[in-house]
Every structure is written in structure tokens, then in C-alpha cells.
């Protein structure tokens, strides 16, 4: 059975070998959805009882979960979760009414949203239903680049002192609720979230539950099989930039099927460790094939180093993984069958678990200890000993020992260069399987200089102001791996485009030109974009004068924080560096006023940040060197922000600086 398929930890093929489930109580559906009577206390409600500022609040949100089983012989089972969602809003003012008006409810992959309504109780009590044809789908791409879908719809008659009723149904088909996790916040404040669930009866294994970031009283039987908890005066989960991830500063609830956990974490860990190290094993042994690949792929190597990094290129370069585009479904398909690192060697597709199981079984035909690694991505939920389940520790990334020191590859990063992971792993602890004593290990940050954006400029700037000339990118690392993995998904004139839109997005009147991509495919090589660029009034000339910022790149650009406050700690994705070289003729007659080079800005441990401007005979040079979060220092307490805002002010007020050239005197001959 493929290894995709067996540790599968999805209730499906849990259920098929539980004990077979007992026959559960009919569920009173019409109750469920069912508008809920308004009460004198909600009518009269004037004001937000839990944010002063907010502009609307929701009275309650009960989700009711049903889990579905009907099984159909021996080898077959129809698993579906249904979900009834029912909300109610209180509506306070103008901004209330402007952020509440229309809803969206998102959805992916086969699960289906039906059943909508509505209805807005106006402060006389009229009440005004949602029609259906207020109700229609569209298609959402999020900021990560994740398609998702919507179902959307107006509230009608909504004004200030009005209460919105409206409820859905989801339906999950082939999914459970085994690790569903439970939400309880929302954009606006919550005055009671209330979970109702049903889950299969399995005797062998009861639902339990495990609550995060608040404290939830235990579970109450409620009537048809349900059971029962709440949370009251839940805050709005606010978007704020670079905010830790969703799961680490909201109240959620972890729902699964299983037995209870009783060992210390030390020990639990330790057990897991094994169990994980004795799964592996059969989907890292290296056949003929696969010593004689590794052979081959190694061959000329000078170190360690150098053998790794020509295995991991050979699994690059000759397994296609299952969502490149050239992939045909009829292969996918096929390789999902894929047992061994053999059958991953001989098809060349595979999952990016198969890349990673082949790369580690021709690291161990060369020589190499080798083990699976398991981790939390710090853009998920940040782990902690005490979370006793694997569950926990989702990611694989596969660890190598070079001399005494673990070092940690992922095969399948096909975005990333040779010795970097991804930048949701870097500073995880991962756990390195072993059949005797596995360990927990962090995983290091890449150095800041790692992932660079180098920038380089040549202009020409009139006397009129206008700036024309060569540009060029250059990115390494995450900087380019984050672009990498947008850029992959679109054509070659979809890139360029992008290109051209980026310059406009800050030079409006920009004309863009001669637009290269190059590299996107190499993670080896730097991504670089060039492009010729003519800014008409890039500088303001007032009279004898030319108002010239000669840093291209941070013209006009807001400043990384503009909140005055802020109710979340600050996140930094990855250690970055940036590198600007920028060379501007100035024109004839015209020379720096005031050569004055901004100073240093001193970031102590945190990284560096300097600028010089050069004059010289009709030519600017100008320079810009920044590194943040060296060894890691990525994370700062909410409490720091204002101090950290205040360094990054500093930095955008450096970067806005603007030079003066004058127009020099005409002398007395040219005059005559």
C-alpha cells in the first residue's frame, strides 16, 4: 500500500477496521435550522458590550457537526461531516452597516455550501427576508495564491439598531471530523460561540477534544447525540501585517478520533519517535536500481557536501512531481501507486513524499545516516511537547548527518537551492526518528545574506526631471522562492506583465519596456527581472533646482508599519538582505548641492543598515545595504511594537531622503 495512503491518519480507513458503530439516534434537523426567537435583551441592545469600537458584534454562532458513516460491505464506506452554521448580528452604527451588508462564506475543494437565508429584523421589527437572487458564487484567489470559493449575498434593509439572521449548511463528503479544528473567533467581536457535535459511535474509539488558547469548560451531552461547548465574549481576529499565524492567537478547539493520551511528553515523544523511525524505514531501503542511480549521480563529487547536493539535484531534475503542469492525470494516477523509492526511480512522478524517500535512500546507498525528520511549520501551529499526538508535527523534511551535525534537506522544494528549506521550517524543532532514542533538533534560520535581493539601476536624468534607463533584479533564496512559486503558475507574458504592473503600482506614469525573466525554473542561479524604464518627472524642478531621490526602489513606497498601535506580536518570515547599486548622469550644468550621506542607522544584533551618495563629475552613485533578523531574531512581543515601528520609521525616513542639484551659474564668456 503506498505510503501516502498508510499514513493517511483520516478517519476513512480508521473507521473501516473499528468496531463496527451502533445505531445512532435520528437528529431533529428541522430544529437545527430553525430561526432562533429574538429576545427584548438583543432588541434593545444599543452598544457593543465587548469592543467599544466595533461597529456591529454577533449575538451567537452555533455550528452544529454532524458526522455521517454508512458502511457498504466490507471494502467500502461513505463518510461525510455536515455542518449547520447560525448566526446572529447586532448591528451598532454607519461602519456596522458598511462591513456587514454583504457576507461571504468561503469553501474549497468538493465541500458545497446550500441551503442560505437571511433576514434583517429592522429596530420596529419588520423583518426583510434575503431573496435568492441575492445570493450568488464566485471564484476567490487569496494573498498566498490559494483559489478558494465563495458564496456571497447582501443583507437587505440593513441600517444601525438592526439584528441579521442568516444560516448555511456545509456538507463535507468524504471528509470526518477527525481533526477538525473548531474556530471561535470571527472579524467581529463573538458574544457566545457555541459548538454542537455528533460523532460516529466507534467503541474502540470515542471522539475526544483538546482546547487551545482559552480555557473551555468540559463538554456537556446535549439531546440527540450531540455534545456541547462555548466560549462567550470571544474578540474580532483582527488582520494585521506580518501577525504570527491564526492558531497561535485564537481560542480553537482540536476534535479527533482516538484514545486517551496519558504518558509524559518526554516519553510520548519517544515512543512516537520510534513508531515514526520503524514506518520509514520500509519507504527508504535502496534497491539495485537505486544504489546504481545514486552511483551515478555522485559520481565526481570532492565531500559530503557535494554528493548530497548532486543526489538531491538527480531527484530534482528527474522525478516530476504531481502538480507540474507537463503531468498527465492517467500518470498521476499511476504513481500514486508507488511503494518503494524503485517505483518512484522508474516512473520519475511522484508525490513529494516520493522525492523525499528517494533522495534518502540513495543518501544511505552512498554511505550517509539518514533519517525522517518531523516537524510543525512555524506558519501553522507552533508546537509544544505537551501537544501529545502526531498530529502535531505534520511537515517531513529529511536529515542527514554531515560530520557530527544534523543538516536538513527537502528534496521536493524544487523553489529552494540546495541546503534551504522552506522558511516555515527554519527555526522548528524537528524530531529526528530513531529506533532507540530519537531527539528533538532545531532546525537553523538561513543566514540573512542567504536570501538577498540585489537591485542595480543606470539612469539618465534631464533637466526636466525625467529618469530613464536599465534596471535589474536579482533574488536568492526565500526572496526568490516566494516569487518562484507565483511565477511557476503563470505564463512568460503573465510574468512580464506582473513586471510591468509592479512599476506601475509605483511609478504610475512609468513607461516599461525590453521585460526579461530569467531563472525562473533554477533555483540554483539567482531569478533576475531587467527591465528599461522612462519616469517623466521622477525629479521636481523648481527653478534652478532639481529635487532628486536617488533611491529608485524606496521611492514613494509607504512605510512597513503605518498602525499606530497593534493587538498582535510581530512576525518576521525569514532573516532577507538587500543590496542597491544605483548610478545616475546628471544633467549637464547641474551639481550636488549638498553631499551630506545619510548615517547609519545601528540595528545591534539585528542586522545592518547603511546608505552612501557619491558625487562626481555629472554622475550620482548612490548605494543601500539591509539585513534584518540575523541568527533568527524574527519575533518581537506586541509590546516591543512601538520601538520597532519606531526603527523601521528611521529607516523609511533614510530611504524617502531627497538630494538637491543646482544649476550652476552660466560663466562670463558663455554669457557674452
Not at 15 to 29: D, I, Y
Not at 334 to 342: C, D, G, I, Q, T
Not at 605 to 615: D, I, M, Q
Request: proline fraction near 6%; hydrophobic fraction near 40%.
Amino acid at each position: 500500500m503506498p505510503y501516502s495512503r498508510f499514513v493517511q491518519i483520516g478517519a476513512i480507513a480508521f473507521l473501516l477496521g473499528a468496531t463496527a458503530a451502533a445505531t445512532m439516534p435520528p437528529v431533529n434537523v428541522v430544529a437545527i435550522t430553525q430561526w432562533l426567537p429574538v429576545t427584548d435583551e438583543e432588541r434593545n441592545l444599543k452598544a457593543p458590550t465587548i469592543d467599544p469600537d466595533a461597529g456591529a458584534e454577533a449575538l451567537f454562532w452555533r455550528i452544529h457537526i454532524l458526522d455521517n458513516y454508512q458502511a457498504q460491505g466490507e471494502q467500502k464506506a461513505d463518510v461525510e461531516t455536515i455542518l449547520y452554521h447560525s448566526m446572529r448580528i447586532k448591528v451598532f452604527n454607519k461602519r456596522g452597516v458598511e462591513s456587514q451588508s454583504t457576507r461571504s462564506i468561503e469553501y474549497f475543494g468538493k465541500r458545497i455550501i446550500v441551503d442560505v437565508a437571511g433576514r434583517t429584523i429592522k429596530p420596529d421589527g419588520t423583518i426583510v427576508e434575503l431573496k435568492k437572487d441575492a445570493i450568488f458564487q464566485r471564484d476567490v484567489v487569496k494573498a498566498s495564491g490559494l483559489k478558494v470559493k465563495a458564496v456571497s449575498f447582501a443583507m437587505p434593509a440593513v441600517e444601525p439598531g438592526a439584528i441579521l439572521d442568516y444560516r448555511w449548511k456545509e456538507v463535507r463528503p468524504g471528509e470526518d471530523a477527525h481533526y477538525m479544528r473548531l474556530r471561535f473567533s470571527q472579524d467581529i467581536p463573538v458574544h457566545e460561540t457555541k459548538y454542537f457535535v455528533k460523532p460516529l459511535e466507534i467503541a474502540s474509539s470515542p471522539m475526544r477534544w483538546a482546547g487551545f488558547g482559552a480555557h473551555f469548560d468540559e463538554m456537556v451531552q446535549e439531546r440527540d447525540g450531540f455534545s456541547s461547548t462555548f466560549l462567550r465574549n470571544v474578540p474580532a481576529l483582527k488582520d494585521e501585517p506580518l501577525m504570527p499565524s491564526e492558531w497561535s492567537i485564537q481560542p480553537w478547539i482540536l476534535v479527533y478520533y482516538g484514545d486517551q493520551v496519558n504518558a509524559p511528553p518526554d516519553k510520548f515523544w519517544a515512543s512516537e519517535g520510534k513508531k515514526m523511525y520503524s514506518r520509514h524505514e520500509m519507504y527508504m531501503k535502496a534497491s539495485g536500481d537505486v544504489r546504481e542511480a545514486a552511483d551515478a549521480a555522485a559520481a565526481g563529487a570532492k565531500d559530503q557536501e557535494e554528493k548530497l547536493a548532486k543526489l538531491l539535484l538527480y531527484c530534482r531534475g528527474r522525478i516530476k512531481r504531481f502538480g507540474d503542469e507537463d503531468v498527465t492525470e492517467r500518470q498521476r494516477e499511476k504513481a500514486k501507486e508507488n511503494n518503494s523509492p524503485s517505483d518512484t526511480l522508474k516512473r520519475g512522478i511522484g508525490s513529494g513524499f516520493d522525492v523525499n524517500m528517494l533522495f534518502a535512500a540513495m543518501a544511505r546507498a552512498e554511505g550517509f545516516d539518514v533519517r525522517v525528520a518531523r516537524l510543525s511549520p512555524r506558519n501553522d501551529i507552533i508546537f509544544n511537547h505537551g501537544y501529545r499526538d502526531r498530529y502535531f508535527l505534520p511537515a517531513l523534511d529529511i536529515a542527514v548527518k554531515v560530520g557530527d551535525q544534523w543538516r536538513f534537506y527537502d528534496a521536493a522544494a524544487k523553489t529552494l537551492p540546495i541546503g534551504m528549506v522552506s522558511w516555515s521550517e527554519e527555526g522548528a524543532e524537528a524530531l529526528i526518528t530513531d529506533p532507540k532514542q530519537p531527539v528533538f533538533v532545531p532546525i537553523p534560520y538561513s543566514a540573512a545574506e542567504k536570501s538577498l535581493t540585489a537591485r542595480t539601476g543606470t539612469f539618465e536624468l534631464d533637466d526636466q526631471g525625467t529618469l530613464q534607463g536599465q534596471v535589474r533584479l536579482a533574488y536568492t533564496g526565500h526572496a526568490a522562492s516566494v516569487r518562484r512559486e507565483e511565477g511557476l503558475k503563470r505564463s512568460a507574458a503573465q510574468r512580464e506583465d506582473d513586471i510591468r504592473d509592479m512599476v506601475h503600482a509605483q511609478y504610475s506614469t512609468a513607461e516599461v519596456s525590453d521585460v526579461t525573466v530569467e531563472n525562473m525554473d533554477d533555483a540554483e542561479k539567482p531569478l533576475t527581472v531587467s527591465y528599461k524604464v522612462k519616469v517623466p518627472g521622477y525629479a521636481q524642478r523648481t527653478g534652478k533646482r532639481l529635487f532628486l531621490q536617488a533611491g529608485y526602489f524606496q521611492r514613494g513606497q509607504l512605510a512597513r508599519f503605518t498602525a499606530g498601535d497593534r493587538k498582535y506580536d510581530v512576525w518576521f518570515e525569514y532573516p532577507w538582505a538587500e543590496q542597491d547599486h544605483i548610478e545616475i548622469k546628471t544633467p549637464a550644468g547641474f551639481a550636488l548641492e549638498d553631499p551630506e550621506t545619510p548615517r547609519p542607522i545601528d540595528l545591534g544584533p539585528l542586522g545592518e543598515y547603511r546608505v552612501t551618495a557619491k558625487a562626481g563629475a555629472q554622475q550620482l552613485t548612490y548605494e543601500r545595504t539591509m539585513a534584518f533578523g540575523r541568527e533568527g531574531r524574527l519575533a518581537f512581543p506586541q509590546k516591543l511594537y512601538p520601538n520597532l515601528k519606531e526603527l523601521f520609521d528611521t529607516i523609511h525616513q533614510s530611504d524617502q531622503q531627497s538630494l538637491t542639484l543646482r544649476q550652476k551659474p552660466a560663466s562670463v564668456g558663455a554669457a557674452k
